[in-house]
Antibody, heavy 118, light 104 residues
Framework: EVQLVESGGGLVQPGGSLRLSCAAS????????MNWVRQAPGKGLEWVSY????????YYADSVKGRFTISRDNAKNSLYLQMNSLRAEDTAVYYC???????????WGQGTLVTVSS | EIVLTQSPGTLSLSPGERATLSCRAS???????LAWYQQKPGQAPRLLIY???SRATGIPDRFSGSGSGTDFTLTISRLEPEDFAVYYC?????FGQGTKVEIK
């Protein structure tokens, strides 16, 4: 059974940093592209970042470019999102999602809540 | 950048009725990359339709997708109580704003 479990969310002050993790199991993690998608409270879905299966290709949404860094450790079956210079508008539930070859998201984690507030 | 516009914002229907949800792209997109998701309160989204018209694993056949170019449609033939939720279309890194299907 495919499982994605996020962790690392919490309350952080504006300008602070946080590192999210996503532990994958039930599939060959190193063969799949992965993404982070977020959802602000009461709002819709927003794609945040993409990483290829090898980690060699990375994309970011303009809203987080230069502040967030996606990475992965295929030996540990884990995906990460390093978030720096956090702003109030980064407050959201952050989901990791497995991508198909067509960049659909076929499996999602349960999400981890990040709250940026003083 | 492609913008996906979903309509209506809210659809009020009764169980057993047919639901028709629209997703319009600001420019032509490949059908191969158009997907639909369902999200219930407090849950992660679930992939329903990929490639505009293919049902994901385990999705009941009352859900169907169609369309091409700039206009795509998700149809729920007969609404079941568990189908009342928010639905999103997606194309690569862009999501529509969602359509809420609520009980009338």
């Amino acid at each position: 059974e495919v499982q994605l479990v996020e962790s690392g969310g919490g309350l952080v002050q504006p300008g602070g940093s946080l590192r999210l993790s996503c532990a994958a199991s039930g599939f060959t993690f190193s063969s799949y592209e992965m993404n982070w998608v977020r959802q602000a409270p009461g709002k819709g879905l927003e794609w945040v970042s993409y990483i290829s299966s090898s980690g060699s290709t990375i994309y970011y949404a303009d809203s987080v470019k230069g502040r967030f860094t996606i990475s992965r450790d295929n030996a540990k079956n884990s995906l990460y999102l390093q978030m720096n210079s956090l702003r109030a508008e980064d407050t959201a539930v952050y989901y990791c999602a497995r991508a198909t070859s067509a960049v659909d998201f076929d499996y999602w984690g349960q999400g981890t809540l990040v709250t940026v507030s003083s | 950048e492609i913008v996906l516009t979903q309509s209506p914002g809210t659809l009020s229907l009764s169980p057993g009725e047919r639901a028709t949800l629209s997703c319009r792209a600001s420019q032509s997109v490949s059908s191969s990359y158009l997907a639909w998701y369902q999200q219930k309160p407090g849950q992660a989204p679930r992939l329903l339709i990929y490639g505009a018209s293919s049902r994901a694993t385990g999705i009941p056949d009352r859900f169907s997708g169609s369309g091409s170019g700039t206009d795509f449609t998700l149809t729920i033939s007969r609404l079941e109580p568990e189908d009342f939720a928010v639905y999103y279309c997606q194309q690569r890194g862009t999501f529509g704003q969602g359509t809420k299907v609520e009980i009338k």
